[in-house]
């Protein structure tokens, strides 16, 4: 656990928003036959839902440590599902919109997670655990020094201004599609240069709870 720093946590968190999306990615073109980027930002190729998974998934590889594997299993289903649930739920409660449901699968809770998914989770995580968590630990090991402390601030403050400008935009999203209309010069520069069409073409798989 020593290893779990702000700068550990911050790269693992991109290497999981990069990585999911390419995963995504993959999966599409082999299930659909065409590619498609499931992206939740504005700038880049980004899903925090991801970003979020795989640093949750790294501090419990290490807390789950040496116990058996079908606890791991167990235990990266949870944590896969409370953080779909969570982030569907906030986006549900926050713009009443939906970027995935699983109404039609079996034992869901409300659309937002499966059995399916939950056994997904669980593959996914111990999988992570398997093949992934010493490469990125001996990688995290060599990240460090005065360049990635630099690259770290820089991207970090990146993401902030880009997460935010992306929560507002698709806050006013919802808000232009259940009529409400703009109130400041803030909102009057989302409605002209991130307009509906923009938003669905760059959000293409949501869509609104009415």
């Known amino acids: 656990m020593k290893q779990v720093t702000y700068s550990s ?7 999981g928003n990069i990585l999911g999306v390419i995963i995504e990615g993959v999966w599409c073109k082999l299930r659909y036959g065409k590619w498609e980027t499931h992206t939740v ?12 998974g795989v640093p949750m998934f790294y501090i419990s590889s290490i807390l789950l440590n040496g116990i058996h594997w079908l606890a791991k299993f167990f235990s990266f289903s949870l944590i896969g599902s409370l953080v779909e649930y969570l982030c569907g739920l906030a986006i549900r409660i926050g713009v009443r919109m939906k970027a995935w449901d699983y109404r039609k699968q079996f034992m869901n809770i409300q659309g937002l997670i499966s059995l399916k998914m939950t056994i997904v989770w669980g593959i996914v995580g111990f999988g992570f655990y398997k093949i992934l968590f010493n490469p990125l630990k001996k990688l995290l090991l060599i990240m460090n020094g005065t360049v990635f402390d630099i690259a770290c601030m820089g991207l970090t403050a990146f993401m902030a201004i880009n997460l935010l400008l ?4 698709i806050i006013r999203w919802s808000n232009r599609h259940y009529g409400k209309p703009s ?28």
């Open 41 to 52: 930002a504005l700038w880049g190729p980004f899903n925090i839902v991801y970003g979020i």
């Open 9 to 15: 946590i911050f790269w693992l968190f991109m290497f």
């Open 183 to 210: 109130v400041s010069r803030l909102t009057r520069w989302v409605d002209k240069n991130y307009p509906d069409e923009k938003m669905q073409k760059k959000f293409f798989y949501w869509s609104f709870i009415d």
């Open 166 to 169: 992306t929560a507002i935009c």
